[in-house]
């Protein structure tokens, strides 16, 4: 089968069984903050601190976070699907009802975030229907406790409590 043969239909399809966390990425403008949803966030590298994410071309909201630089990546935990259903769609005041603080780089950390990254560009590729975000980690931190919101098979779950020995 090449390449040419995969339908995105197909490609699609499979891609929902593969489990992925779930993340916010945030920045302040100057008429309020701004943000969008996104399924693909990766740590990148250990030496220097590096994460990415992908994001789809045809985002309204990358469009004005990357002039700016600087932005926030907030995993959402368990309890946040309402939260990222309302930063997962087009238009709106994603942020009404949301509460959050600045990081030190002045970009929105969601108050309910199991962990964020204070970032900035370090470049944007393109990459088919979507550009590559690599982003350099200026700070971060977890919640002492809590779980990963996770989207597999279409719907948003939640890990459970049981653990594998390693």
């Avoid at 700016?68 to 942020?95: P, Y």
């Avoid at 929105?108 to 970032?119: I, R, S």
């Avoid at 919101?149 to 653990?163: K, S």
Wanted: proline residues 7%; hydrophobic residues 40%; charged residues 15%.
């Amino acid at each position: 089968m090449t390449e040419e043969a995969v339908t995105a239909d197909q490609f699609r399809h499979v891609m929902r069984h593969v489990p992925t966390g779930v993340a916010v990425v945030a920045a302040n403008t100057i008429g309020g903050p701004i943000g969008l949803a996104v399924g693909t966030f990766v740590s990148v590298s250990l030496r220097p601190p590096l994460v990415g994410f992908f994001v789809d071309r045809g985002s309204t909201t990358w469009p004005v976070i990357e002039p700016l630089g600087r932005f926030a990546v907030n995993i959402l935990g368990e309890d946040d699907e309402a939260t990222c259903r309302a930063f997962a769609v087009r238009g709106g005041n994603k942020f009404a009802g949301v509460s959050w603080r600045p990081s030190p780089l002045a970009s929105p950390v969601l108050d309910t975030a199991l962990a964020w990254f204070d970032c900035s560009v370090n470049s944007v590729t393109d990459a088919g229907d979507h550009r590559f975000v690599l982003a350099n980690v200026h700070d971060l931190s977890v919640r002492s406790s809590g779980r990963p919101l996770v989207f597999c098979h279409g719907t948003y779950q939640r890990l459970g409590d049981g653990q594998s020995p390693l």
